[in-house]
């Protein structure tokens, strides 16, 4: 199962269930904080074109917020 690199924000409650449900279905993930480094706000602006959080990088496939249909369609491409 390829890794997720997920780009967040610490008080942020999307965030927070984003990992809450990467966690729950065993889903490795590498953390980003937009807040702690300008390099990682770049990149994300880089990845997606925007800044917003969380997005989630799953080879090539982007999804930015999260919601149930982000949620379904991470759990498709993830095959979950």
Do not use: W
Not at 2 to 11: D, G, L, S
Not at 24 to 45: H, P, R, V, Y
Not at 61 to 75: L, N, S, V
């Amino acid at each position: 199962m390829p890794k997720a690199t997920i780009y967040t924000a610490p008080e942020c409650p999307h965030s927070k269930n984003l990992k809450i449900f990467l966690k729950e279905n065993g889903i490795d993930f590498e953390e980003k904080c937009i807040l702690t480094s300008s390099e990682t706000t770049a990149e994300l602006k880089e990845v997606s074109g925007q800044i917003a959080v969380p997005t989630t990088v799953i080879e090539d496939g982007i999804f930015i917020g999260y919601d149930r249909r982000a949620e379904r369609r991470i759990k498709r491409k993830l095959g979950v």
